[in-house]
């Protein structure tokens, strides 16, 4: 058999070797001699391609799908517009450290750099949005940088690499050889753990008073949510998470305290604050956690473990910094640390979540958010994978949807990307057949990617979509009230669309619900649709703010709770 091929027929090959079941592409002039390949080979039943409606869905449905499956995601555009498409998808992935290989057509090399049509430098514009990329110009080279694409994207710190492959080298022919990509030159992953710093840690861990175990994505992405189960456990210690960790510890679990910060729950907030140990393990004390840094956690010792070195010391100093995957820490740090007693410092936070839970009135305008959320999860009994959109449909979820599996809540963390949720839930769907998947959503954001209905209908994916209702860009208002006396500027969309006419006119199914009582019978009716979207609209109380909140640069002093 030869192993003459031309460029497309690399790159496929290539995904094959690399487990690709399934990839999110929009076609266009410059990927058409990959396209051309691959009609053959989805009709062959190699792969399955996904067609969205606009390349962000792209980037968003690959996401969605590597973070409910742990794969690497893939999606592919087409030079120019369909590259520059994909660029807020791909900032997306970077920076919540999602694995995607991003394959983008590029001019034949004999018109780059002459303003040729449907010309960019995808190259340059990525650089500061991907973990690395790519401008493929020789063909000899294609298969190997597909095979070191895949191996970075997932390896280390995962996110996303893109691939910028002119028309001309998909087109032209190679020799294609096996290669199994082991390492790279000056592409470094930690793999030693700094044994003695482990040793001291467990030691802090087993003496300490006042612990706090602080957890991040980076403890699903290694896959250590049982270690982490298994060290507070053994040592009694409360955990809270961030948005990206939701989901790394069980949310039901008795030593679970929410996500702390700006909208986290307060006795989440209060325990990092008035710890005296915090223990962070793939988490990266983002600014939504610690507002002003320098009035964050005073009197805490720090333990930070995170596979990233740029991550450590950077917005915290640690008393104890260790590199390396969180995994492979915790096996070592576990069987260290000795069992601790709970005692003044667990009661302590128990009576402070006694007194400050989450809480809400029953609004008189309209139906309470957290009543629809508190629903969703009664009725999919905490099961479904949860997408959410940007905003207080957001917060609300990450408050009241309890996540007791990784890979279950899906949200724009970093990037805080309105128009995620939906082609994120299409993604996690197309990944997990068997799953119920819900996008809880606002009725602003759930407009920047509607188009991706006809991707649902086309492919029968049963997406449902919890729109929370309340004829604003809420999240906005909420600011403007609080912080801007009540200056309503430009944050009113009430009425546009009718969703229930939209869904009908795309062919799916739609309901709108405005009384209380009738929430839990259209979620019900909505979880028996398995062949095409059902869109819930929630008409919400319009001016309901989402609390706790702690305002931005600010600290747990300044926490509001009503």
């Given at each position: 058999?030869?192993?003459k091929?031309?460029?497309?027929?690399?790159?496929l090959?290539?995904?094959?070797?690399?487990?690709?079941?399934?990839?999110?592409g929009?076609?266009?002039?410059?990927?058409?001699?990959i396209?051309?390949?691959?009609y053959?080979?989805v009709?062959?039943?190699?792969?399955?391609?996904?067609?969205p409606?606009?390349?962000?869905?792209?980037?968003?449905?690959?996401d969605?799908?590597?973070?409910?499956t742990?794969?690497?995601?893939v999606?592919?555009?087409?030079s120019?517009?369909g590259?520059?498409?994909?660029?807020?998808?791909i900032a997306?992935?970077?920076m919540?450290?999602?694995?995607?290989?991003a394959?983008?057509?590029?001019?034949?090399?004999?018109?780059?750099?002459?303003?040729s049509?449907?010309?960019?430098?995808?190259w340059?514009?990525?650089?500061?949005i991907?973990?690395?990329n790519?401008?493929?110009k020789n063909?000899?080279?294609?298969?190997?940088i597909?095979?070191?694409?895949?191996?970075i994207?997932?390896s280390?710190?995962?996110?996303p690499?893109?691939i910028?492959?002119?028309?001309?080298?998909?087109?032209?022919?190679c020799?294609?050889?096996?290669?199994h990509?082991?390492?790279?030159r000056g592409?470094?992953p930690?793999?030693t753990?700094?044994q003695?710093a482990?040793r001291?840690?467990?030691?802090w861990i087993?003496?300490?008073?006042?612990?706090v175990?602080?957890?991040?994505?980076?403890v699903?992405?290694s896959?250590?949510?049982?270690?982490?189960?298994q060290?507070?456990?053994?040592?009694?210690?409360a955990?809270?998470?961030?948005?990206?960790?939701?989901?790394?510890?069980?949310?039901?679990?008795?030593?679970?305290f929410?996500?702390?910060?700006?909208?986290?729950t307060?006795?989440?907030?209060?325990?990092l604050?008035?710890?005296?140990?915090?223990?962070?393990?793939?988490?990266?004390?983002?600014?939504?956690?610690?507002?002003?840094?320098?009035?964050?956690?005073?009197?805490?010792r720090?333990?930070?473990i995170?596979v990233?070195?740029a991550?450590l010391?950077?917005?915290?100093?640690?008393?104890?910094?260790?590199?390396?995957?969180?995994?492979q820490?915790?096996?070592?740090l576990?069987p260290?640390?000795?069992p601790?007693s709970?005692?003044?410092?667990?009661?302590?936070?128990?009576?402070?979540?006694?007194?400050?839970?989450?809480?809400?009135?029953?609004?008189?305008d309209?139906?309470?958010?957290q009543?629809?959320?508190?629903?969703?999860?009664?009725i999919?009994?905490g099961?479904?994978?949860i997408?959410?959109?940007?905003?207080?449909?957001?917060?609300?979820?990450?408050?009241y949807?309890?996540?007791?599996?990784p890979r279950?809540?899906?949200?724009?963390?970093?990037?805080?990307?309105?128009?995620?949720g939906?082609?994120?839930a299409?993604g996690?769907?197309?990944?997990?057949?068997?799953?119920?998947?819900?996008?809880?959503?606002?009725?602003g954001?759930?407009?920047?990617c509607i188009?991706?209905?006809?991707?649902?209908?086309?492919?029968?994916?049963?997406v449902k979509?919890?729109?929370?209702?309340n004829?604003?860009?809420?999240?906005?208002?909420?600011?403007?009230?609080?912080?801007?006396?009540?200056?309503?500027?430009f944050?009113?969309?009430?009425?546009?669309?009718d969703?229930?006419?939209?869904?009908?006119?795309?062919g799916?199914?739609?309901?709108?619900?405005?009384?209380?009582?009738?929430v839990?019978?259209?979620?019900e009716?909505?979880?028996?649709?398995?062949?095409?979207?059902?869109?819930?609209?929630?008409?919400?109380?319009?001016?309901?703010n989402?609390f706790?909140?702690?305002?931005?640069?600010?600290?747990f002093?300044?926490?509001?709770l009503t």
């Open positions: 058999m030869s192993n091929m031309i460029g497309a027929d690399a790159i090959k290539v995904f094959e070797e690399e487990g690709v079941e399934v990839m999110f929009f076609p266009g002039g410059s990927v058409i001699p396209y051309d390949r691959l053959h080979a009709a062959d039943g190699r792969f399955r391609h996904v067609l409606r606009h390349e962000q869905g792209a980037a968003h449905m690959a969605g799908y590597a973070r409910s742990g794969r690497v995601g999606c592919i555009a087409t120019g517009p590259a520059m498409n994909l660029v807020t998808g997306t992935a970077y919540d450290s999602v694995p995607l290989v394959i983008t057509g590029q001019v034949k090399t004999t018109a780059i750099g002459k303003d049509f449907q010309e960019a430098d995808t340059g514009v990525t650089i500061p991907t973990k690395h790519y401008l493929v063909v000899a080279d294609l298969p190997d597909v095979r070191e694409a895949f191996y994207a997932r280390g710190r995962p996110g690499v893109l910028d492959i002119h028309s001309d080298v998909s087109a032209a022919e020799t294609f050889t096996e290669r990509i082991e390492q790279l592409y470094r930690p793999v753990v700094d003695e482990v001291k840690a467990a030691e087993s003496e300490a008073e006042r612990p175990l602080y957890i991040g994505g980076g699903i992405a896959g250590a949510c049982d270690l982490v189960k060290l507070a456990e053994k040592a009694n210690i955990v809270v998470h961030t948005l990206m960790g939701k989901g790394g510890f069980p949310e039901t679990h008795p030593l679970s929410g996500m702390p910060g700006m909208h986290g307060a006795y989440a907030s209060y325990a604050n008035k710890a005296g140990l915090i223990i962070a393990i793939g988490a990266r004390f983002d600014d939504r956690v610690t507002g002003d840094p320098s009035k964050f956690a005073v009197g805490a720090i333990i930070h995170d990233d070195a991550e010391n950077k917005i915290k100093k640690a008393d104890i910094a260790i590199c390396g995957d969180a995994r820490v915790l096996e070592m576990v260290l640390v000795k601790r709970p005692g003044a410092w667990e009661a302590e936070l128990e009576d402070y979540r006694a007194r400050h839970p989450l809480r809400y009135e029953t609004p008189s309209g139906i309470a958010p009543y629809v959320v508190e629903q969703l999860y009664k999919t009994g099961e479904a994978i997408s959410t959109e940007v905003g207080q449909n957001q917060m609300w979820a990450a408050q949807y309890k996540v007791d599996k279950h809540f899906l949200s724009s963390g970093g990037l805080g990307t309105m128009g995620y939906f082609p994120a299409i996690a769907q197309v990944g997990n057949p068997d799953k119920v998947v819900w996008d809880i959503a606002g009725d954001s759930i407009q920047m188009q991706e209905l006809a991707t649902c209908i086309q492919e029968k994916l049963p979509v919890a729109i929370l209702n004829c604003y860009l809420g999240m906005v208002r909420q600011w403007q009230d609080l912080f801007y006396e009540k200056r309503y500027s944050v009113s969309i009430c009425d546009v669309p969703f229930v006419k939209l869904l009908d006119a795309y799916g199914v739609g309901y709108k619900v405005s009384d209380p009582e009738d839990a019978p259209a979620i009716k909505a979880m028996e649709v398995d062949d095409r979207p059902c869109f819930i609209d929630f008409k919400v109380s319009k001016e309901e989402v706790p909140m702690i305002p931005a640069g600010k600290s002093d300044d926490l509001m």
